[in-house]
Each structure stands twice: as structure tokens, then as C-alpha cells.
């Protein structure tokens, strides 16, 4: 009697295939599940790019081994490309960055810069990572510059970053949303987003994100991109602190009053279980506001979330991310990770706009990669 063709396949291959189908049937859904209703999504979420490769392994074997349902395994498999085309960029021959605009574009820098640190008055008015900094933004003349992580001081011993960038760059008009100010024995320091812009502002607004105490805002400023509006927006997704141990609970401050409980842990798993449930509020508010803009919109922003996330697929919506128009290979931008898929950093677009070009530079004085991209009307 001949033998059933599933039976002919090695006991670890008839094992491994069906729970991995299942697992990776579920991952799928990654976009559809947020990690606040069910948890796990959001780790296979970072891991997703890993299981698709370990899946195509697995296929390989199945059809080495003539596993008999191996076609469903293929279909699964070919199903993941959909999700890998917003990981994977792929314009190797895209043209080489020109730090020559052209008049009519505009060039926006989006970056969370760490609080841009190195201005003790004691010392050099600008650490060497600093003058990399400013020098960069010499050079490349961006029209605006969107910051997050952005802290500014009033302080007889500390410079202001504020200052710095509007009077020293040249960028005379902001807007500024703070979500806390701290005072010290040394003076005052103010954390939020914020918009620098050499043109000047139609209108301002912020968005602050609900239930927590310290939330950072949604702001947003319209200007004028030959002669039609544009509205430009960013924000920062809470941080999730992964990279700390257990720590005492005094060492976070006000700030992270209400999550002390998980951060003095230095446990990552809970971590991520316990933030990337209030990202999903966050992707959610986001997406409420970006419903209501009735002008095109460019959103600047560290969204803390991979883009297979349910939180970047919320926010996207019909969004184009600029990195995949224009970019190739991974777009890492979170520098402090082995990971070569953490690309936290987005300029998502209105449609009705392009991307001329884009470039990521590493500048050492942030944990994060700034994006820089010329913008043009369709």
C-alpha cells in the first residue's frame, strides 16, 4: 500500500510545518490587531521581518522533502512580500543626494535629537558632535526642520537651544509645544516638538495626546509651498526606555510618574506590552487628526514602531512614506540597535505631493538618524 505523501516527509518537517503556518498565518495579521487588544502583535510585530525569512527556509525544506500541502506554504509566504514592501525599500539607482535644491521644492529636516546636548557655558560653546550638527544644517539648508525630543533652557550656565536655531541658523519663525518645564537649581529646561521654519506660518495648532499626565503634543503649522498651503506636523510616540536596567524608582522623575511601576522592572517584555498599548492610543489620536486636515499634509515623526506595526499602518492610512519612494534597502534609523529593520523615523506624505530625493545622515550627537527630503507638488 502506498504511502501517504505526508508521511514520507522527516518527523521534524511534519513537526515544525503545521505550528509555523499557524504562527505565521497569525503574524499576518499584524496590521489588523492592535497590541493594545492582544499584546503578542506587538512583538511579532519587530520580529516580523525575521519570520518571514525563517518561514522561507522552512519553505525550502518542505519542497526539499516533498511535504504534500507544501503550495499552502508558498501562498503564505508570497502573502508576507505585501507586508515586506513597506520594510524593504527598493531604488538602488535612485539618484545620489544633492545638497542643491531646486527653487521650486521644499526641504524639510525631520529628527529627534536626543535634547541636542553639549552646551555647558563652562566649556566650548559647541561640542565637536554639536558643530557636526549646525554644520550640517549649514550645509544643507532645509527650509524647515522638525524636531522631537527637543529641549530648550533658560539657564546663566547652559545655551539655548532655541536661540540657537531660530537667531544663529536662521530660522526666525516657531512654534514651540512644550509638554512639561522642569525647574533646577541651574535654571528652567522645556521638552516637546517643535517646528522651525525660515517661511513664515498661515496658522499654528497642537494636539495633546489623552490620558497621561505628561503627553507629548501633536503640532502642526501651515505654510506656503507655491502659493498652496501645506500643513506640517510632528510628534513623538512615548518612549519605551528598553535599553535601561533596573533602575530605582526616583530616577525618572515627574515625568514618568505613572509608569514607574513598569520601568523600575528594567523588564523589556513588559516594556513593550505596557507602551506599545498607549501607541496604539496615540496612532489612533493621530489618525483623527490627520482626518480632519483639509490641506495636504508632511508629518515628521518618531513613532517608536517599526513599519510592521499595527501603530505605522494606523498612522500611514493613504499617507506615502517617503523613505519607501525614494530609499533602498532597510532605512534603519535608531542607531543604538543591532536590529537592522528599527526604522522608528518617518516623513509621511500627502499624495498629492513627491518626493524629489532624500538622504539620512548619521549624526552622532542624537540615538536617532535625522531624514532630510525635497518635497514638490504632483
Same mark, same amino acid.
Given at each position: 500500500?502506498?504511502?501517504?505523501?505526508?508521511?514520507?516527509?522527516?518527523?521534524?518537517?511534519?513537526?515544525?510545518?503545521?505550528?509555523?503556518?499557524?504562527?505565521?498565518?497569525?503574524?499576518?495579521?499584524?496590521?489588523t490587531i492592535p497590541p493594545a487588544h492582544w499584546w503578542p502583535m506587538g512583538i511579532l510585530g519587530i520580529g516580523w521581518p525575521y519570520t518571514w525569512l525563517a518561514f522561507g527556509v522552512l519553505l525550502l525544506l518542505l519542497?526539499?522533502?516533498?511535504?504534500?500541502?507544501?503550495?499552502?506554504?508558498?501562498?503564505?509566504?508570497?502573502?508576507?512580500?505585501?507586508?515586506? %514592501?513597506?520594510?524593504?525599500?527598493?531604488?538602488?539607482?535612485?539618484?545620489?543626494?544633492?545638497?542643491?535644491?531646486s527653487v521650486s521644492s521644499l526641504r524639510i529636516m525631520q529628527w529627534n535629537c536626543e535634547q541636542l546636548a553639549g552646551i555647558d557655558t563652562f566649556y566650548n560653546r559647541y561640542s565637536a558632535d554639536r558643530s557636526a550638527?549646525?554644520?550640517?544644517?549649514?550645509?544643507?539648508?532645509?527650509?524647515?526642520? +522638525? +524636531?522631537?525630543?527637543?529641549?530648550?533652557?533658560?539657564? #546663566?550656565?547652559?545655551?539655548?537651544?532655541?536661540?540657537?536655531?531660530?537667531?544663529?541658523?536662521?530660522?526666525?519663525?516657531?512654534?514651540?509645544? #512644550?509638554?512639561?518645564?522642569?525647574?533646577? #537649581?541651574?535654571?528652567?529646561?522645556?521638552?516637546?516638538?517643535?517646528?522651525? %521654519?525660515?517661511?513664515?506660518?498661515?496658522?499654528?495648532?497642537?494636539?495633546?495626546? #489623552?490620558?497621561?499626565?505628561?503627553?507629548?503634543?501633536?503640532?502642526?503649522?501651515?505654510?506656503?509651498?507655491?502659493?498652496?498651503?501645506?500643513?506640517?506636523?510632528?510628534?513623538?510616540?512615548? %518612549?519605551?526606555?528598553?535599553?535601561?536596567?533596573?533602575?530605582?524608582?526616583?530616577?525618572?522623575?515627574?515625568?514618568?510618574?505613572?509608569?514607574?511601576?513598569?520601568?523600575?522592572?528594567?523588564?523589556?517584555?513588559?516594556?513593550?506590552?505596557?507602551?506599545?498599548?498607549?501607541?496604539?492610543?496615540?496612532?489612533?489620536?493621530?489618525?483623527?487628526?490627520?482626518?480632519?486636515?483639509?490641506?495636504?499634509?508632511?508629518?515628521?515623526?518618531?513613532?517608536?514602531?517599526?513599519?510592521? %506595526?499595527?501603530?505605522?499602518s494606523k498612522v500611514k492610512g493613504p499617507l506615502k512614506d517617503a523613505f519607501l519612494e525614494t530609499g533602498f534597502g532597510w532605512g534603519k534609523t535608531y542607531r543604538n540597535s543591532v536590529l537592522p529593520n528599527l526604522r522608528?523615523?518617518?516623513?509621511?506624505?500627502?499624495?498629492?505631493?513627491?518626493?524629489?530625493?532624500?538622504?539620512?545622515?548619521?549624526?552622532?550627537?542624537?540615538?536617532?538618524?535625522?531624514?532630510?527630503?525635497?518635497?514638490?507638488?504632483?
Amino acid at each position: 500500500m502506498q504511502q501517504h505523501p505526508i508521511h514520507n516527509s522527516p518527523w521534524f518537517i511534519r513537526l515544525l510545518a503545521w505550528p509555523a503556518l499557524v504562527l505565521y498565518a497569525v503574524s499576518l495579521l499584524l496590521y489588523t490587531i492592535p497590541p493594545a487588544h492582544w499584546w503578542p502583535m506587538g512583538i511579532l510585530g519587530i520580529g516580523w521581518p525575521y519570520t518571514w525569512l525563517a518561514f522561507g527556509v522552512l519553505l525550502l525544506l518542505l519542497y526539499r522533502f516533498r511535504f504534500a500541502y507544501r503550495r499552502f506554504w508558498l501562498y503564505s509566504w508570497c502573502m508576507g512580500i505585501i507586508v515586506m %514592501s513597506n520594510i524593504w525599500a527598493l531604488h538602488p539607482f535612485a539618484k545620489k543626494w544633492a545638497p542643491q535644491q531646486s527653487v521650486s521644492s521644499l526641504r524639510i529636516m525631520q529628527w529627534n535629537c536626543e535634547q541636542l546636548a553639549g552646551i555647558d557655558t563652562f566649556y566650548n560653546r559647541y561640542s565637536a558632535d554639536r558643530s557636526a550638527a549646525v554644520q550640517y544644517i549649514r550645509q544643507q539648508q532645509p527650509d524647515v526642520i +522638525m +524636531m522631537q525630543d527637543f529641549q530648550d533652557y533658560k539657564s #546663566p550656565v547652559l545655551w539655548s537651544n532655541l536661540s540657537l536655531i531660530r537667531d544663529t541658523l536662521g530660522y526666525p519663525f516657531v512654534h514651540f509645544a #512644550p509638554y512639561f518645564s522642569d525647574t533646577k #537649581p541651574w535654571g528652567t529646561n522645556t521638552e516637546g516638538v517643535i517646528i522651525f %521654519s525660515r517661511r513664515p506660518f498661515i496658522q499654528t495648532g497642537r494636539v495633546q495626546y #489623552p490620558n497621561r499626565e505628561y503627553a507629548p503634543y501633536i503640532g502642526w503649522a501651515d505654510i506656503a509651498m507655491n502659493g498652496k498651503p501645506v500643513r506640517l506636523a510632528t510628534t513623538h510616540f512615548v %518612549s519605551m526606555h528598553l535599553n535601561l536596567g533596573v533602575l530605582p524608582a526616583d530616577t525618572f522623575g515627574f515625568i514618568h510618574k505613572q509608569d514607574t511601576s513598569v520601568l523600575v522592572t528594567g523588564n523589556k517584555l513588559k516594556k513593550l506590552r505596557y507602551f506599545q498599548a498607549y501607541h496604539t492610543t496615540q496612532a489612533q489620536t493621530l489618525r483623527a487628526f490627520l482626518d480632519t486636515c483639509a490641506v495636504p499634509v508632511i508629518l515628521g515623526a518618531d513613532l517608536n514602531s517599526v513599519p510592521t %506595526s499595527y501603530v505605522y499602518s494606523k498612522v500611514k492610512g493613504p499617507l506615502k512614506d517617503a523613505f519607501l519612494e525614494t530609499g533602498f534597502g532597510w532605512g534603519k534609523t535608531y542607531r543604538n540597535s543591532v536590529l537592522p529593520n528599527l526604522r522608528i523615523d518617518y516623513l509621511l506624505h500627502h499624495p498629492q505631493l513627491q518626493v524629489l530625493q532624500m538622504h539620512s545622515p548619521t549624526l552622532h550627537i542624537s540615538d536617532h538618524k535625522p531624514l532630510l527630503a525635497d518635497f514638490g507638488w504632483r
